[in-house]
Antibody, heavy 114, light 107 residues
């Protein structure tokens, strides 16, 4: 199973961060899928997960700004984070699993800056 | 959120040494504890799940133990390729939370 994140590497403050994770070598309809981010200051932070049925669970610290969705026709799932600030600058990883992620994407650096 | 406290934050050891990292949870998490290895520029890799179960393909020199709030991760014979930062993570309560990491270097 391979996961690959894609999306803009630079987002302006107050705008929306949008990332997609494309899954190959396995079906997106048979597992849970997560987004996790990493910063030098806060370390690894779980953003949330979505199930193969589309149900979601978000970190309470981010829930007002996060939306996750999946597209079974493209075998990918997505993350949207609204009203970003510099504090959202991080490496964003997609992963398989809801609390014990066993496969991860390589990660993508997203910088929030004007 | 459950707080995960790892120690030490860094260590230096010789090839062949036994390395031990501890992780303490702020409340009882039974055995819902994972260990990850992260090499520079790479994503974390799951090594151990449910406190002591080795993920498929992970060398047997890695091991984990513990339950409740106190956990231990051990490398029985440190190898040069083990240089990395190791993280514990609890999967008992949402949101899953990670320890601050232990950077392992070769002396």
């Amino acid at each position: 199973v391979l996961l690959q994140e894609s999306g803009p590497g630079l987002v302006k403050p107050s705008q929306t961060l949008s990332l997609t994770c494309t899954v190959s070598g396995g079906s997106i309809t048979s597992h849970y899928w997560s987004w996790i981010r990493q910063t030098p200051g806060k370390g690894l932070e779980w953003i949330g997960y979505l199930s193969y049925s589309g149900s979601t669970n978000y970190n309470p610290s981010l829930t007002s700004r996060v939306t996750m969705s999946l597209d079974t026709s493209k075998n990918h799932f997505s993350l949207k984070l609204t009203s970003v600030t510099a504090a959202d600058t991080a490496i964003y990883y997609c992963a398989r699993g809801k609390a014990s992620p066993d496969y991860w994407g390589q990660g993508t650096l997203v910088t929030v800056s004007s | 959120d459950i707080q995960m406290t790892q120690s030490p934050s860094s260590l230096s050891a010789s090839v062949g040494d036994t390395v031990t990292i501890t992780c303490q949870a702020s409340q009882d998490i039974t055995i819902s504890l994972n260990w990850f290895q992260q090499k520079p520029g790479k994503a974390p890799k799951l090594l151990i799940y449910d406190a002591s179960n080795l993920e498929t393909g992970v060398p047997s020199r890695f091991s984990g133990s513990g339950s409740g709030t106190d956990f231990t991760f051990t490398i029985s014979s440190l190898q040069p390729e083990d240089i990395a930062t190791f993280y514990c993570q609890q999967s008992d309560n949402l949101p899953p939370t990670f320890g601050g990491g232990t950077k392992v270097e070769i002396k």
